[in-house]
């Protein structure tokens, strides 16, 4: 639907005594990798305010001259860090047999607690395990279990969450499981971060929103078309996710955190274009 069509609908409703949709309060992110990196970073936090975005997820620094140029970069700008996308757990899983592997990914997770509560940040992305043909489904569970409970005090201290991101990690199938998961901790220190793109392989986003409700403290936007055994990365809202029951289940669960964009890099036409979409989303349109 175009602005003239959206436009039409809406006077119709209003003509109908219908109401419009109402826009979510939902603040509008992005992935930092989505700017071009050949940009400065003050530039790069520029041109995410410029062309719509409130707040930036960045990934974890280990540089502290670095980090301090990220956090003046988003001062300066006025682009608030919500969260940190940790780096560590992709190679270095905590569902791992080996303990190198192990304390490699508690210290990654460990530089990504600190760096959220440098940049002011409240959540860090976490993929908790990887189920492979040497871990099982079940140790996967124990063994990422036991690892994020060391963690917890930690993000108490901190007081930021850590929280659990859904991917292709064959792990976490169902929103049953998912929840069963994170109420597992009982910490309000765990929660869930869900990516509504992410899940169409397992399910439907509106699903999963809906069963784990409050324990959703960030969301992921993306979308993907799927045919038969192949699938594409695309465009918010050209892809096979349902976004008008996406909208009507962040509604009913009343969430107000941030919908970040986890999309490929582009210039600021595209990211105009990707930020008049997710204004689309967020209005039920």
Avoid at 63 to 88: C, T
Avoid at 160 to 178: D, G, M, Q, R, T
Avoid at 257 to 277: F, H, K, M, N
Wanted: aromatic content about 10%.
């Amino acid at each position: 639907m175009n602005r003239r069509e959206f436009l039409a609908a809406s006077a119709a409703a209003a003509g109908a005594g219908l109401a419009a949709p109402a826009r979510l309060p939902i603040t509008k992110a992005l992935y930092i990798g989505m700017l071009p990196k050949q940009l400065s970073y003050a530039d790069r936090f520029k041109l995410a305010r410029d062309t719509g975005f409130e707040q930036v997820e960045c990934a974890t620094v280990t540089d502290e001259k670095v980090a301090e140029e990220i956090k003046k970069a988003a001062e300066s700008a006025g682009v608030r860090i919500h969260s940190v996308m940790n780096e560590s757990h992709w190679r270095y899983p905590l569902s791992s047999s080996d303990p190198e592997t192990v304390a490699r990914s508690i210290q990654g997770m460990e530089t990504s607690l600190r760096n959220a509560k440098f940049w002011g940040a409240d959540t860090v992305l976490l993929v908790p395990a990887v189920v492979n043909p040497q871990t099982s489904y079940q140790d996967a569970w124990t063994r990422s279990q036991q690892q994020i409970r060391k963690l917890i005090p930690l993000a108490s201290e901190l007081r930021v969450i850590i929280a659990i991101e859904n991917v292709w990690n064959k792990f976490l199938l169902s929103p049953l499981e998912f929840a069963r998961y994170v109420d597992e901790f009982r910490s309000p220190w765990v929660r869930a971060y869900f990516d509504v793109g992410n899940i169409l392989l397992y399910g439907y986003p509106q699903d999963w929103i809906r069963t784990l409700g409050k324990r959703i403290v960030k969301l992921h936007l993306k979308d993907f078309r799927i045919r038969k055994s192949t699938f594409e990365w695309v465009q918010l809202r050209e892809g096979d996710v349902n976004w008008g029951e996406v909208y009507k289940a962040l509604a009913e669960i009343g969430y107000k955190g941030p919908a970040t964009c986890e999309l490929a890099a582009g210039d600021e036409a595209y990211l105009r274009d990707v930020s008049q979409r997710v204004d689309a989303i967020l209005s039920g349109a």
